[in-house]
């Protein structure tokens, strides 16, 4: 006789152990890994090291150091756009404003990537480790658009030379494009400033300012428009959106 094999239809709501970790805000996804091969975490009571272990977040019990994992059932994402004067953290030792200021409802939220303190524009924050992972990773080259403006005496070719490649004291740093997009008109009244389109794949820390630094030329204003597929669209400063 056949064995027939009924499905309740529920999804699969199994996940590993340091990615919930992770997504609860406890810690990050690298400190949870450390927390469970030093035998500091627990699954319903019983400590486990090694990685890879499943958890369902709606019927187990997880802790670290004896402090409960609040799991999430759901994992959210946002697109966000932060203002400038917003410290990409979840904490800042000088008090600072960050951009968990604007999530106070849920403090588990991660920011995915970085946007610096005098930048703006697009920023997504999220519980979702792969999301993070995927976006962030040097290995996926994950492409970003930005809107800069700059102030200097442009050099000649400096345009071929931000695509061909320009040393920084980090390595050599490329741009994937770079667009004109200042107005005729704003050329003529101001002569040494540029709005410029710009595309890069890179994750350094301020490359983008410091790539127009070696041109000899000041970022004034540098606007994130898209991270990938995501896209900032209408928001505007301080708004967000859940996706």
């Known amino acids: 006789m056949n064995k027939v094999r009924y499905c309740s239809g529920m999804p699969e709501t199994k996940d590993r152990a340091h990615k919930l970790i992770a997504q609860s805000g406890l810690m ?30 709606s019927n187990d019990v997880l802790t670290v150091d004896g402090v409960k994992v609040e799991l999430k059932l759901n994992k959210q994402t946002f697109l966000f756009y932060k203002p400038r004067g917003v410290v990409t953290t979840k904490h800042d030792e000088l008090g600072r404003p960050t951009v ?25 924050m999220t ?6 992972l995927n976006l962030t990773h040097p290995r996926y080259g994950i492409k970003k658009e930005y809107e800069v403006d700059v102030a200097g005496n442009t050099p000649d070719r400096m345009m071929e030379h931000l ?14 494009e770079i667009i004109d997009r200042t107005e005729e008109e704003s050329k003529v009244k101001f002569p040494q400033m540029r709005t410029y389109l710009v595309t890069v794949s890179e994750g350094r820390n ?16 540098l606007k994130r428009l898209r991270m990938g597929e995501y896209e900032l669209g209408d928001l505007k400063p301080g708004e967000k959106k859940e996706i």
């Open 163 to 176: 695509l061909d490649g320009v040393e920084l004291d980090d390595g050599v740093g490329v741009f994937d």
């Open 100 to 124: 968990m200021d604007y999530f106070k409802e849920d403090l588990s939220l991660n920011p995915v990537g970085r946007l610096d303190f005098d930048s703006e524009g697009l920023l997504l």
């Open 28 to 57: 990050s996804r690298r400190k949870a890994e450390t927390a469970i091969t030093e035998g500091r975490v627990a699954l319903n009571g019983v400590v486990f090291t090694q990685m890879g272990q499943l958890v369902d977040p």
């Open 206 to 221: 301020r490359f983008i300012r410091r790539m127009f630094s070696a041109m000899k030329l000041n970022v004034t204003r």
């Open 127 to 132: 519980h979702d480790g792969d999301l993070l």
